[in-house]
């Protein structure tokens, strides 16, 4: 019940999950060029890669229209 | 997970050697699309394969008409056109990422020629590539386990459909986990798409060009028949061409669909000709305004 009252209250910040999440597609979009301009290395770029990732996952379906 | 897709032809080129656009062609040519012998056992694809699989490896989805078990839900016409993304994306993008992959990987170790998208995806991008390829898996066996639950229920009208899907589900899975039937998949995506369109042919002619041609769309519904003959033999005698062409003609069944539609497409026009002789006169007074 609790959980179910934090997660509408969330979901009510449309436009902040919306740069959140969009912010996060930049953070799985950007490693792989950096890595190809050798700015960062293999390592790096998965772990920026996955935290991009998990972000996506857990901020887009509080917003994203069913 | 398009992002993503993209991501692994990105991370590919540096470690095949692409440090500039310069670099390319010449990688490109050496290392990457090298041609050569195909595996054992299987057919060489040409850039000729790699075009006709391209359009019609969903086939079944979008020319045999499966597609429209999900849009009969689209609340515009235009909704179709998100098949486009997945043909477009899915199929020759995320196409030319797997091949760069598949080329790291020989780069790497040239005796590891196994095709196994996990452990690529993995070497590439980590955690985030084994993700993308399991939703990947995911989001393309949805629709068509619901489709495959929607034809189990026509078969048994009184059973659940949630108890079919689920079924239709659980054996797709127990088949995937055995390599002997998931590594034939290319050839099974091909037959089954072969099955499927002739009646989307049928589908097509029927709601685009019956009343043009002066003949009764829906006809079993009009006739209040359960069997279009019409339909049902434009189906089988396309099959048996495409099937012969593939057995006798030398045809590779990659390229027996894009001529099999309009056999379908002419056999369905012809029969109904036949078929609605009778009707023939009734339907094409009222198609006339």
Redesign the interface.
Known sequence: MIATQIIQSISGCKKTLQAISFVA?IV??A???L??L?RID?DA???W??IG?IVWFAVTPLWMKK | MVVVFLSFGVIALPQLGVTSLSDFWTVANERIWTGGEPLPGRVKFTFWHVLFFAWFCNMAMHIGMSDLTIFRYAKKSWYSVATAAGMYLGHFMAWISASLLYALQLHRDPTMTDVLPGPMAFGAAGLVGVICVVIAGWTTANPTIYRAGLAFQAIAPSTSRVKVTLFAGGLATLAGMFPAIAMQLLDFVALYGLVLMPMGAVIFIDFWLMRRLGLRDNYAEWKRISFNWAAGLAWILTLLICLGLVAFGGLQIFFASLPGWFIAAALYIVLSKWYQRNDFETASQEATP
Do not use: E, N
Request: net charge positive; glycine share 0%; aromatic share 12%.
């Open positions: 597609l799985c979009a490693p792989p060029i890595f190809y050798d293999m770029m998965k772990r890669m996955l990732t």
